[in-house]
Nanobody, 115 residues
Framework: QVQLVESGGGLVQPGGSLRLSCAAS????????MGWYRQAPGKQRELVAT???????NYADSVKGRFTISRDNAKSTMYLQMNSLKPEDTAVYYC?????????WGQGTQVTVSS
């Protein structure tokens, strides 16, 4: 199992920036995909961005050019830099880990974009 702890959420004005962090611990496979998902009230959870152990990245169209996913192996931490935030980015953001035969989720962190 891999334990995931998110941090960095909060309230920000439209056009502002936030950086989310996901600290991972436990048995991390050499081959994996980690990612950020979000869920707004009344909506289904959706993919935001993913990054593989080879550092291949993938983004939802709605965040391309504004969000950047990265990871620091030395700190076992994944990040999501969010710029030019919009009210529609408001959601609970979840960290996700997929290894061989396993999948784990963090507890989520709230991001609210409002003036």
């Amino acid at each position: 199992q891999v334990q995931l702890v998110e941090s960095g959420g909060g309230l920000v004005q439209p056009g502002g920036s936030l950086r989310l962090s996901c600290a991972a611990s436990g048995s991390i496979f050499r081959t994996y995909v980690m990612g950020w998902y979000r869920q707004a009230p009344g909506k289904q959870r959706e993919l935001v961005a993913t990054i593989t152990n080879l550092r291949n990245t993938n983004y939802a169209d709605s965040v391309k050019g504004r969000f950047t996913i990265s990871r620091d192996n030395a700190k076992s931490t994944m990040y999501l830099q969010m710029n030019s935030l919009k009210p529609e980015d408001t959601a609970v953001y979840y960290c996700n880990y997929k290894g061989i035969g396993v999948e784990n989720w963090g507890q989520g962190t709230q991001v609210t974009v409002s003036s």
